[in-house]
């Protein structure tokens, strides 16, 4: 991914965790208007990217783990660590790469393990950075084969902690995450 350039830093919400991330990613509202404040799982309080495309009659998938994050009304694929590997993150790569030979108009995929590595071991330690690649691999193979436009981006930074790693405050390394936009067909919803 290197060959995509640095990307660009942008803020995420606050508080910097994954529910209330995607609540204004797919939305485009900060939490006092998604109503997403929490962990807790609650109706949107506004229209989201999904209902927005199927307004208009275009198709949205979501690629999951093992839990469906958004309430949104959007069909999501749930996937399972089925090789037992420690990772659920091949098998959403395996189902993402599965959706993109017939890809729906929208195409959001949650990859989990950077996340999770760095809560056990720490955003910056060689195991989370290793799995860094894992994921670049994955991306760019994804990358490869899908003829839409293309975000990558992170719903929430992280800091260092004794012992691992932790978000969810309003610091820094919690708030800036980085963003990928790529062009690669004209138009839109």
């Known amino acids: 991914m ?3 350039g640095k990307g660009t830093m942008a803020l995420t919400v606050y508080p ?13 509202e900060t939490p006092k208007y998604t109503g997403i404040h929490s962990r807790e799982k609650k109706p949107l309080m506004v229209p989201d990217i999904f209902d927005k495309a199927s307004e208009k009659g275009k198709t949205s998938k979501v ?6 994050i958004l309430t949104a009304e959007v069909e999501t694929v749930l996937n399972i660590d089925e090789n037992g590997n420690g990772t659920i993150d091949d ?9 993109i030979q017939n890809p729906p108009h929208i195409l959001l995929v949650h990859f989990h393990s950077f996340d999770d590595f ?18 670049d691999s994955y991306i760019e193979d994804m990358i490869k084969d899908y003829r839409g436009d293309i975000i990558i981006t992170s719903d929430h930074g992280m ?3 004794e012992g691992g790693g932790n ?3 309003f610091c820094e390394a919690d708030l800036f995450i980085p ?3 790529i062009k690669l067909q004209s138009g839109g919803l």
């Open 16 to 28: 910097p965790i994954t529910d209330v991330a995607f609540a204004s990613m797919v939305t485009g």
């Open 63 to 68: 690629i999951e783990g093992n839990i469906k």
């Open 2 to 4: 290197k060959s995509l």
């Open 118 to 135: 760095g809560h056990e071991y720490g955003p910056s330690s060689q195991e989370a950075l290793e799995q860094l690649k894992v994921l």
């Open 159 to 161: 800091h260092d902690e």
């Open 179 to 181: 963003i990928i936009q």
């Open 91 to 99: 098998e959403i790569y395996e189902s993402a790469m599965k959706e």
């Open 167 to 169: 978000h969810g405050i």
